[in-house]
């Protein structure tokens, strides 16, 4: 007989709004801020999603990895 994992599967989800520190003009690592703001919602899912809306629009979103620092310097 097969033995299959089981997964519990539910429909689960959040929203918030919250608002960055203010920054000047170049390219910044907002990981952990942004962690900091849904860190408490974030501790009851083990797997999911996130979207992330910025809202303002001279500010882009760009996912990278950061491992080597040149990446930023390229950016």
């Not at 001279?58 to 620092?69: I, R, V």
């Amino acid at each position: 007989m097969d033995h299959y994992n089981i997964i519990k599967m539910t429909t689960e989800w959040f929203q918030k709004s919250f608002q960055l520190k203010g920054r000047k003009r170049g390219c910044y690592l907002i990981t952990d801020e942004i962690l900091s703001n849904i860190q408490k919602e974030l501790s009851g899912f083990q797997v999911g999603l996130c979207n992330i809306f910025l809202v303002h629009t001279s500010a882009g979103l760009t996912l990278n990895e950061n491992c080597d620092p040149s990446v930023r310097r390229d950016m």
